[in-house]
């Protein structure tokens, strides 16, 4: 069982977190959980591991032999928009 804790926020920080959870898809417990993690670094191995797999999963989508246009390049192109 988790432990239980409970913590006062203003309502400033109580909109931003429900605003970000809404973003996220997630319920404002669970963004709370998701941010106090980060603060702590207990989730920065595991997302590692899931931006690493995302980023494979998107290589794989791109067939071999296509040029890529280089980021620097898409970069520049919109900043001198």
């Known amino acids: 069982m988790d432990d239980v804790v409970s913590v006062e926020l203003d309502r400033e920080t109580m909109e931003a977190v429900s605003r970000q959870a809404a973003a996220h898809g997630l319920s404002f417990d669970e963004e709370l ?47 001198d928009r």
């Open 33 to 79: 959980r998701a941010i106090v993690r980060r603060g702590v670094g207990q989730d920065s191995a595991r997302n590692r591991a899931e931006l690493i797999e995302e980023f494979r999963k998107l290589r794989a989508m791109t067939p071999p032999g296509v040029e890529q246009t280089p980021a620097v390049k898409l970069v520049r192109e919109d900043r």
